[in-house]
């Protein structure tokens, strides 16, 4: 799976003409970082000294940076004013390649600024600077005509960004869903609010558990009647899927198959500010690049475990996405090497599951391209390959006292990161059959250079309703000749 994702992200994420358009309240967050040492004399309040400020896109601006992390062709719509902040937010959005150019500069209203104080990794208090007043006819008219302008171009797909500061009217939102729609365009939804009707027939929504428990009025300690009564709002909406992020607890998601559960990725929380926006942005970048929704919602639950592990709204990127799934895809591959009990745990799973067991077995002393043809074929017998691996000693046994080469160790290391086998065991013995008899296989394969009566657990396999499957070997491939050749 690991690898499915980063040929993914390597190899369409920015090199493909692909763009998405995010829609919503655009807003600048501030920073204000320094220390606490003092309490001040003038009030019982703590002195924060002032040590550094940072300036970065929040809001909806936050998704579509996130989504320029990950290299995604990005354009967003929204409102800023006509001050400082503007000049900034704008300056930050452009600096990362944000197309910039539906955004409708208002007169009547400042850009909306979150000013946050922290004293070491404690916010100690956040200023918000905003207009509350409602959109005028003017701000509406000149919003609705960038959103058409941006909607003519024929996004990928659209994320509306609700912050609930008054872009995202009703109006708006059906106006969008109704016209992507009708072009197949997906619309992904990150809500706000009590009333979720203005989101009828998008795509998909993810809210967080506590908006989840607010728009469908119940409380958010019950998971199980939660997620009941979210199913009945997916329904009522006409949503493909509603994904309910539930922070350490991870993320669930309902659709017309029934519900999935991704567990959270394992780290240090620092700030969970903008992991939603990861969220949304993550997952739509994936749907828009063909990931399954399953794929793409876990794709995202990585991506959120990243940015939580940071100080404030940092947005992710690409490469440490990269680094995040090759170090998983390395222990995944690791975690294939079992000892007996955890293997045949595996076994059983699989086998509830309706998956058929392949069983093989060798040395595989120096692996070359015919042992993994070998296991390519033996894997598409089936649908689970388990590998039997001789032990030092077993090998030395077999081919003599300067066998094998490479420790078993590292056999059982590198045949585990070859994606056709699914477990690897040692074992001590002479031959297999007691691991084939512990592991009940629906398959044993063996090279054809053996005949059906030579292969070890045949009969028993057969005995049990399982089939013997010989694989042609690829010619003039062999550890013995590559050692001759070094030698020579």
Request: glycine share 8%.
């Amino acid at each position: 799976m690991r690898e499915s994702f980063l040929n993914t992200i390597q190899q369409r994420f920015g090199h493909d003409p692909v763009w998405i358009l995010v829609i919503g309240d655009l807003m600048l967050d501030r920073y204000l970082f320094g220390d606490v040492q003092r309490i001040s004399p003038e009030a019982p309040v703590p002195v924060v000294l002032l040590k550094s400020e940072d300036e970065r896109a929040g809001g909806a601006a936050n998704v579509a940076a996130n989504l320029r992390g990950l290299e995604i062709n990005t354009r967003i719509a929204g409102v800023v004013g006509e001050d400082r902040e503007a000049h900034t937010l704008l300056g930050l959005m452009q600096n990362i390649g944000v197309d910039t150019r539906h955004i409708y500069r208002s007169t009547r209203r400042p850009t909306i600024t979150k000013t946050r104080i922290l004293g070491g990794h404690q916010q100690m208090m956040r200023l918000d600077q905003e207009d509350a007043a409602a959109f005028s006819n003017e701000e509406h008219t000149a919003l609705h005509v960038m959103i058409s302008q941006a909607l003519a171009d024929r996004p990928a797909a659209i994320i509306l960004s609700d912050y609930a500061k008054g872009v995202l009217s009703d109006a708006v939102c059906q106006d969008v869903i109704v016209q992507a729609r009708a072009a197949n365009i997906p619309v992904l939804v990150d809500p706000k609010g009590r009333d979720y009707r203005k989101y009828q027939g998008a795509t998909g929504l993810t809210p967080n558990k506590r908006e989840t428990a607010e728009a469908c009025d119940v409380g958010a300690n019950d998971n199980q009647a939660l997620l009941a009564v979210a199913e009945q709002l997916r329904t009522q909406l006409h949503l493909e899927f509603l994904a309910v992020t539930r922070g350490e607890e991870g993320i669930t998601v309902l659709n017309t198959q029934g519900s999935t559960h991704l567990a959270a990725t394992a780290r240090q929380v620092y700030d969970v500010s903008g992991a939603g926006d990861t969220v949304i942005s993550t997952l739509t970048a994936g749907l828009a690049h063909g990931l399954p929704l399953h794929d793409a919602i876990e794709l995202a639950n990585i991506a959120a475990g990243i940015v939580v592990g940071k100080v404030g709204t940092v947005p992710i990127n690409k490469a440490e996405l990269e680094h995040e799934l090759q170090s998983q895809q390395s222990a995944a591959q690791a975690d294939k090497v079992c000892t007996l009990e955890s293997l045949l745990a595996r076994v059983q799973a699989w086998r509830n599951r309706g998956e058929r067991i392949v069983f093989t077995n060798g040395c595989f002393d120096l692996l070359h391209a015919g042992h993994v043809t070998y296991l390519e074929a033996a894997h598409n017998t089936g649908d689970r390959l388990v590998l039997g691996l001789n032990t030092d000693r077993s090998v030395s046994a077999l081919k003599g006292p300067s066998r094998p080469v490479i420790h078993e160790q590292d056999r059982a290391r590198v045949l585990a990161a070859l994606e056709s086998v699914d477990a690897v065991i040692l074992f001590d013995e002479d031959t297999p059959i007691e691991l084939i008899k512990a592991v009940r296989p629906d398959i044993i394969v063996k090279g054809s250079d053996y005949s059906e009566d030579q292969v070890v657990g045949g009969v028993e396999v057969k005995s049990w309703g399982g089939q013997v499957a010989l694989i042609d070997v690829v010619p003039g491939r062999s550890t013995s000749n590559i050692i001759q050749k070094l030698a020579s």
